[in-house]
């Protein structure tokens, strides 16, 4: 993935951004010109609680040439009412494991690489000089702050304090929060209440925010470099005090070579062909796995940058961030890390940032559990550890949802016809789970048919699974209440008028969630009837482009195509008609599973033509969603699904990742 001269022009490169983590729920991002345009832009965002509290430290480092006295920035920073044009001497961006810039500065070359330390909160700035004839001198500017990555620090005035721990080390100190900045090279000048005033976020103009903050400016690195020397520099910065004697250039050849051995034990990589956009694929995915040492287990984060681990999202990438890469053993963790907190029958959706206190706003993320087990022993055939760790916790799922659930207002229970219902007018536990002060945006409650699809599938994988550990009379309970289930269903939500499913029984919108039904291991809806076939039509007619599917039909009412504006505006059109191409996956299920269901000669070969190229031109949109858009190396949360379609909300998302990487690979 590489960006030459004509895509680093300002208004070209501020709308491509990058992003790379450390394993703990920490990262460090920009746009491919070094401009921050987020307030969650930085170098090194830390968690001060793995993988939460995550706190801005070092928001950029600018670097500046000078020659013949003459001093040339090569940082680009916004403000109000002037730009630093830096990136007019960028003439290369690049990201394959890490961030690299090169510029030419007159006949200086200048090469940074940004990497951080797996594990760890410390982030290095590595850069490779070939000078020319001239002395010249590097200088490097470290902006700083220490805040709460979700607020800014908008007018305020920095108290630093700094001490010179060890030659070029500096510990830095701002309200009783301490990190640590060194540089292999020359000599460290220490700035006395040096602001960077109003640094101007586009982005955050853009979501309705106010746009302007403070940094502080610690001092300044002076590197002398003589006429044709080439000259290797590290920066660092880190939470941690022993950062001495580290050396850039071997901190990215340990990542690299790191990243290369996920990619090989994932056994995708067939030499014979062209491997470049898996490999993406499988570097993306391990952006969201991170350790969260409270539970000495891995999890799964959302979505960079704000989001955090979630049940829902975390069971809907599972297959495709650990199964399908051949990670099994983590994936036995992210298991253990869900069932962790399960109260009253409910896996936690989340966890606060503040506190890690466990939210139980969900009532999918337990019968997810379901499918994703299914899939573990589909892979790994390993029947033991969830008969040991899970097989009595599901069970116990089952008998709250039957007896009935009110924790957090959830309001889940087994109504008289087999079906469930979950919710109220206010709560908001499906995955369209968008609310703004009180207000819920996309009101689900009742009988919601992803919901009574997913207690389907559950029910028959608690079958399965009873069969196999010699429980036939329970099995045979199991059974029979799928069967009701599998009845009713049928009876309440086809909705014959649309040739469709209701969204939830009583709600005739055309959504995606019907695709549930068809997906599962246990499709309660057969996947060779007319019925799922006239679904698939219908959703794809209204639903699908290429980017993933709307979360409602054009005509429908309230129906909004563009994500933008403030917190309200972007709320209200959440799931009212955005594009998430996390649905591929349930639609590429639903689609596969009708075309080998199908029976007649003519239909079947035409059900495979169809699905072929629905594959086809899924690859070719997901090279440009990865290579070129956005986040470059990932793929967005959401899609306007009005032309020209833009990348919108998280820059990089779990689900939006693993669903696309598990259907082309």
């Given amino acids: 993935m590489k960006f030459t001269k004509e895509k680093l022009e300002l208004q070209e490169g501020l709308k491509r951004e990058w992003l790379i983590t450390n394993g703990i729920g920490g990262f460090s991002s920009s746009t491919i010109i070094g401009a921050n345009t987020r307030r969650y832009h930085g170098l090194l965002i830390a968690p001060l609680k793995p993988p939460a509290q995550r706190s801005l430290i070092l928001s950029k480092l600018d670097e500046s040439i000078t020659i013949n006295n003459k001093e040339i920035p090569l940082y680009t920073n916004v403000c109000k009412n002037y730009i630093t044009q830096g990136y007019k001497y960028?003439?290369?961006?690049?990201?394959?494991?890490?961030?690299?810039?090169?510029?030419?500065?007159?006949?200086?070359?200048?090469?940074?690489?940004?990497?951080?330390?797996?594990?760890?909160?410390?982030?290095?700035?590595?850069?490779?000089?070939?000078?020319?004839?001239?002395?010249?001198?590097?200088?490097?500017?470290?902006?700083?702050?220490?805040?709460?990555?979700?607020?800014?620090?908008t007018n305020k005035k920095f108290s630093l304090k700094q001490e010179n721990v060890k030659k070029n080390k500096i510990k830095i100190s701002i309200e009783n929060n301490s990190f640590y900045i060194n540089c292999s090279e020359g000599k460290y000048t220490k700035y006395e209440d040096d602001t960077f005033n109003n640094m101007f976020y586009i982005e955050e103009e853009k979501r309705g925010f106010?746009?302007?903050?403070?940094h502080s400016v610690s001092g300044i690195y002076e590197i002398e470099i003589k006429p044709n020397e080439n000259?290797?520099?590290?920066?660092?910065?880190?939470?941690?005090?022993?950062?001495?004697?580290?050396?850039?250039?071997?901190?990215?050849?340990?990542?690299?070579?790191?990243?290369?051995?996920?990619?090989?034990?994932?056994?995708?990589?067939?030499?014979?062909?062209?491997?470049?956009l898996l490999k993406e694929f499988i570097i993306a995915t391990d952006n969201f796995i991170v350790y969260r040492p409270e539970f000495k287990l891995h999890t799964i984060i959302a979505g960079y940058p704000w989001?955090?681990?979630?049940?829902?999202?975390?069971?809907?990438?599972?297959?495709?961030?650990?199964?399908?890469?051949?990670?099994?053993?983590?994936?036995?963790?992210?298991?253990?890390?869900?069932?962790?907190?399960?109260?009253?029958?409910?896996v936690p959706n989340g966890y606060s940032e503040a506190?890690?206190?466990?939210?139980?706003?969900?009532?999918?993320?337990?019968?997810?559990?379901?499918?994703?087990?299914?899939?573990?022993?589909?892979?790994?055939?390993?029947?033991?550890?969830?008969?040991?760790?899970?097989?009595?916790?599901?069970?116990?799922?089952?008998?709250?949802?039957?007896?009935?659930?009110?924790?957090?207002?959830?309001?889940?229970?087994?109504?008289?016809?087999?079906?469930?219902?979950s919710g109220?007018?206010?709560?908001?536990?499906?995955?369209?789970?968008?609310?703004?002060?009180?207000?819920?945006?996309?009101p689900r409650n009742g009988k919601a048919v992803e919901i009574n699809a997913l207690w389907y599938n559950a029910l028959k994988i608690l079958e399965e699974l009873s069969e196999k550990f010699k429980e036939k009379s329970l099995a045979q309970e199991y059974l029979k209440k799928a069967n009701k289930c599998k009845r009713n269903f049928k009876a309440k939500f086809y909705n014959e008028k649309r040739k469709c499913l209701y969204d939830v029984v009583g709600d005739s919108k055309i959504r995606p969630n019907q695709l549930f039904s068809v997906a599962l291991t246990y499709?309660?809806?057969?996947?060779?009837?007319?019925?799922?076939?006239?679904?698939?039509?219908?959703?794809t007619k209204k639903?699908?482009?290429?980017?993933?599917?709307?979360?409602?039909?054009?005509?429908?009412?309230?129906?909004?195509?563009?994500?933008?504006?403030?917190?309200?505006?972007?709320?209200?059109?959440?799931?009212?008609?955005?594009?998430?191409?996390?649905?591929?996956?349930?639609?590429?299920?639903?689609?596969?599973?009708?075309?080998?269901?199908?029976?007649?000669?003519?239909?079947?070969?035409?059900?495979?033509?169809?699905?072929?190229?629905?594959?086809?031109?899924?690859?070719?949109?997901?090279?440009?969603?990865?290579?070129?858009?956005g986040c470059i190396g990932s793929i967005s949360e959401l899609y306007d699904s009005k032309r020209p379609q833009l990348p919108k909300g998280a820059i990089a998302q779990a689900w939006s990742v693993a669903e696309i990487f598990r259907i082309l690979y």
């Fill in 231 to 276: 000259k290797k520099i590290t920066f660092v910065c880190s939470l941690e005090e022993n950062i001495d004697k580290i050396d850039g250039e071997k901190i990215i050849e340990k990542e690299i070579s790191r990243l290369d051995k996920i990619i090989k034990d994932t056994k995708l990589i067939n030499k014979n062909e062209e491997n470049k």
């Fill in 523 to 539: 499709p309660v809806i057969e996947p060779n009837t007319k019925i799922a076939k006239e679904m698939l039509y219908t959703t």
């Fill in 90 to 153: 960028q003439i290369c961006f690049e990201k394959e494991y890490i961030p690299t810039f090169e510029y030419k500065v007159e006949n200086i070359n200048i090469k940074k690489s940004i990497c951080m330390e797996y594990g760890k909160n410390t982030v290095c700035v590595f850069y490779e000089i070939k000078n020319s004839n001239e002395e010249i001198k590097l200088k490097l500017a470290p902006i700083v702050n220490f805040r709460d990555f979700h607020s800014m620090s």
């Fill in 355 to 421: 506190d890690n206190t466990p939210l139980y706003n969900s009532v999918d993320s337990s019968l997810l559990l379901f499918e994703q087990i299914a899939k573990y022993i589909k892979y790994t055939g390993d029947i033991e550890f969830v008969k040991k760790e899970f097989y009595e916790v599901l069970k116990d799922i089952v008998v709250n949802y039957e007896k009935g659930i009110d924790l957090d207002n959830n309001n889940i229970y087994l109504d008289n016809d087999g079906l469930i219902v």
């Fill in 543 to 629: 639903l699908k482009n290429k980017y993933g599917l709307k979360t409602l039909a054009k005509g429908e009412e309230n129906y909004i195509d563009i994500y933008e504006g403030n917190g309200f505006k972007r709320d209200m059109s959440y799931h009212q008609g955005i594009t998430w191409p996390w649905l591929l996956g349930i639609y590429n299920d639903t689609f596969r599973k009708i075309k080998e269901r199908e029976k007649t000669i003519k239909n079947k070969k035409q059900y495979k033509e169809d699905y072929e190229k629905f594959i086809k031109e899924l690859k070719s949109v997901a090279k440009k969603m990865i290579e070129d858009e």
């Fill in 307 to 346: 989001f955090l681990d979630w049940g829902r999202d975390s069971l809907i990438s599972f297959e495709g961030l650990l199964l399908k890469t051949n990670r099994y053993e983590l994936a036995k963790e992210i298991l253990l890390t869900f069932k962790h907190d399960i109260k009253q029958g409910l």
């Fill in 210 to 214: 106010y746009p302007e903050e403070n």
């Fill in 424 to 442: 109220t007018p206010t709560t908001q536990n499906t995955w369209m789970d968008a609310k703004y002060e009180g207000i819920a945006a996309t």
